[in-house]
């Protein structure tokens, strides 16, 4: 069993699109979070959930969503896709707010054309 | 605000040579330390974390870092590498309930 699963794996897409990536954790984990890992590999947080309420919201564009329908799982909604928002996705959850040591999911490599 | 370094973009090393892996941090607070690895299309795995207590910290795969409070680094070492090591690594630094800072990851190639 995958502790940490997202879909889709690969997502290519035009602009101005709206797009979706889903991810569910199986750990029984509190809290939820996504990164965005760019071109250079570097990552950063955008959002975390703990028991369905947002936590942090980075400075990203509200064309970005998430929506937690439960603790188990947390989804992303992308709007109007531009081409830089061409990257790798993650979702990882951790046991509670203390983050000592989150679990990845494998990523979602979205790339706008 | 907390930040991190992490020195070297890319490491070249031969198998079965030593390797350490520099990472430095900022922060004015007690701080929480973490190393993961990322294999080549895959997510981060967690390597190893210092939370308290011991300064030398052993953490999967044959990997062990030290905690220096002094010179703020948490460097990552492992005595002889295998050509399964190839991946991305990366040092992350966190305070409290603060969120999860990562470095900007060191390549490591491993040379047979």
């Known amino acids: 069993d995958t502790a940490v699963s997202q879909t889709p794996k690969y997502l290519v897409t035009q602009m101005g699109n709206d797009k979706s990536i889903k991810c569910e954790q199986n750990?029984?984990?509190?809290?939820m979070y996504w990164y965005k890992q760019d071109s250079k590999k570097f990552l950063k947080i955008m959002f975390s959930?703990?028991?369905?309420?947002?936590?942090i919201n980075e400075t990203v564009p509200n064309r970005f969503s998430p929506k937690s329908p439960d603790k188990a799982h947390l989804n992303l909604h992308i709007n109007s896709l531009e081409l830089g928002d061409s990257a790798v996705y993650f979702c990882?959850?951790?046991?509670?707010?203390?983050?000592?040591?989150?679990?990845f999911g494998s990523g979602t490599r979205l790339t706008v054309v | 605000a907390q930040s991190v370094t992490q020195l070297d973009s890319q490491v070249p090393v031969f198998e079965e040579a030593p390797v350490e892996l520099r990472c430095n941090y900022s922060?004015?607070?007690?701080?929480?330390l973490f190393w993961y690895v990322q294999y080549p299309n895959q997510g981060l795995q967690l390597l190893l974390k210092?939370?308290?207590?011991?300064?030398l910290v052993k953490g999967i795969n044959g990997f062990e870092a030290e905690f220096n409070k002094s010179q703020t680094s948490f460097h990552l070492r492992k005595p002889s590498v295998h050509i399964s090591d190839t991946a991305e690594y990366f040092c992350?630094?966190?305070?409290?309930?603060?969120?999860?800072?990562f470095g900007p990851g060191t390549s490591l190639s491993v040379i047979p």
């Open positions: 992350a630094v966190k305070t409290s309930y603060d969120k999860v800072i």
């Open positions: 750990l029984g984990h509190d809290t």
């Open positions: 922060s004015s607070v007690s701080v929480y």
């Open positions: 990882a959850s951790s046991q509670d707010l203390t983050g000592y040591g989150y679990t």
């Open positions: 959930y703990n028991n369905k309420e947002l936590i």
């Open positions: 210092y939370l308290s207590g011991s300064t």
